[in-house]
């Protein structure tokens, strides 16, 4: 912790401002509440999603024909199923609960107390479900959690700035930028695919030519460059995928067009 807590100071010291990756959708299956959760110890029984029988209809949102079991867990120590949307290794905490909700809100608290600038939320989409999909992404309990951690947040500092992890259209993501206790930015996912598919063949596909409404790769490549989507893009704080930059960076500068 020393070691961290000089790197913010020197980061300050340089203009240089800190933001955590928080993953607070899931923990490992190794972590200390999933392991009293699996013995039933109290409070942790139901920090994660438990259903005794396997759900139907419950796989992947983004796969409709996946079986329950694609995220619908197993452990020996425990009888039924247990929610886990990236994985059995990643369990899903279950912020239905109070306790879970208050306990994530005292990992931020520290955070912020520790002299950190700002959050990236993973999975932001898929934190709170109500049910098979559509209801594992983009719910209303979803959104008014986020809103509620939000505040939280900017109730210990103002100035925190929180970044949420969407992986979605832009459509399908205006609804976290919009209202009051929204998130400050978002990742551009589709603007970093559309730009690297004007460069990379594998990432050019008819979604693109529809989304658009264009014929070709050349016409997608036109409108971008001549139309309002780049700064419909970037109007408040969207960004690229950060992975991606260094790629498409690279892209463009093989391309000589920048």
Request: with cysteine; aromatic share 14%.
């Amino acid at each position: 912790m020393q070691a961290l807590e000089d790197l913010i100071s020197l980061c300050h010291k340089n203009s240089i401002k800190v933001i955590l990756d928080i993953p607070i959708n899931h923990t490992s299956d190794q972590h200390p509440w999933f392991q009293s959760s699996i013995n039933k110890t109290t409070p942790y029984e139901d920090y994660y999603r438990w259903m005794e029988t396997l759900p139907q209809d419950h796989g992947f949102p983004w796969d409709e024909d996946s079986p329950a079991t694609a995220t619908w867990h197993t452990k020996d120590k425990r009888s039924g199923y247990y929610y886990g949307l990236f994985g059995f290794a990643s369990p899903d905490l279950n912020f239905k609960s109070k306790s879970v909700v208050e306990e994530i809100k005292r990992v931020f608290a520290f955070w912020v107390g520790k002299s950190v600038d700002g959050f990236r939320i993973d999975a932001a989409r898929h934190l709170v479900e109500e049910g098979p999909n559509p209801l594992q992404a983009d719910t209303a309990s979803n959104m008014a959690f986020i809103r509620e951690l939000n505040a939280h947040v900017k109730s210990l500092n103002p100035d925190t700035f929180i970044i949420g992890e969407t992986y979605a259209s832009l459509e399908e993501s205006v609804a976290y930028f919009e209202g009051e206790d929204a998130f400050d930015a978002l990742f551009n996912f589709e603007f970093s695919g559309a730009i690297r598919g004007l460069f990379e063949e594998s990432m050019f596909n008819e979604r693109l030519l529809n989304k658009f409404d264009r014929k070709t790769q050349a016409d997608v490549k036109n409108y971008m460059t001549s139309s309002g989507i780049i700064s419909l893009s970037a109007k408040r704080f969207t960004f690229l995928l950060t992975v991606m930059i260094w790629r498409v960076l690279d892209l463009l500068i093989s391309h000589h067009s920048i």
